[in-house]
């Protein structure tokens, strides 16, 4: 199996920062894409940032500037460097990873268990 673990949530006050950290563990293979998702509450699941496996990123465009997404590959970790937070980010955040396990043939997408964000304003 592979697990995520998420940490880095929690409360900070508008204008704020917070990094979030979601490392990846067990029989792994090979890492491909990794991102960050949120859902606030009465919404539906966004994709806020992803990294590919060569360094590549993307970002919702609420977030550009702001945010910056980065990996460990020797760590199998995912970051979410967040600043200049407002209140419009505050919900519960996702680690996504696409990866293969060893033995098999295909990559399979992973999710964390999620970590609040909570912005003050």
Known sequence: QVQLVESGGGL???????????????????????????????????????????????????VKGRFTISRDNTKSTVYLQMSSLKPEDTGVYYCNVKARR??????????????????SS
Do not use: H, K
């Open 102 to 119: 060893i033995g098999t043939l295909r990559a399979y997408t992973y999710w964390g268990q999620g970590t609040q964000v909570t912005v």
């Open 12 to 62: 900070v006050q508008a204008g704020g920062s917070l990094r979030l950290s979601c490392a990846a563990s067990g029989s792994l293979f090979s890492i491909n894409d990794m991102g960050w998702y949120r859902q606030a509450p009465g919404n539906q699941r966004e994709l806020v940032a992803a990294i590919t496996s060569s360094g590549s990123t993307d970002y919702v465009d609420s």
